[in-house]
């Protein structure tokens, strides 16, 4: 499953790859200067990302199924 998720203005969570590890220089929802990207961001479904979204660090905005 892959998430599409919206950074939240004044909070940061950081961009993590599909084995959970930390993308250096990134935060999920904005680019690599920092700023919000309007359509929002397609990530793996990951805990770090279902706690993110609880803590009201990024907004989920829709779950897809990722076809094999």
């Known amino acids: 499953m892959k998430l599409l ?23 999920a929802g904005r680019n690599q200067a920092g700023a919000v990207l309007p359509d929002g961001e397609l990530v793996s479904d990951h805990t770090h990302y279902r706690r993110a979204i609880s803590r009201g660090d990024i907004t989920l905005v ?4 990722h076809s094999s």
Do not use: C, H, M, P
Not at 10 to 27: A, F, I, M
Not at 62 to 65: K, L, M, N, T, W
């Open 62 to 65: 829709a779950e897809q199924e």
């Open 5 to 27: 998720i919206l950074a939240v203005d004044g909070r940061l969570s950081t961009l993590v790859d599909r084995n959970g590890n930390s993308v250096r220089g990134r935060y």
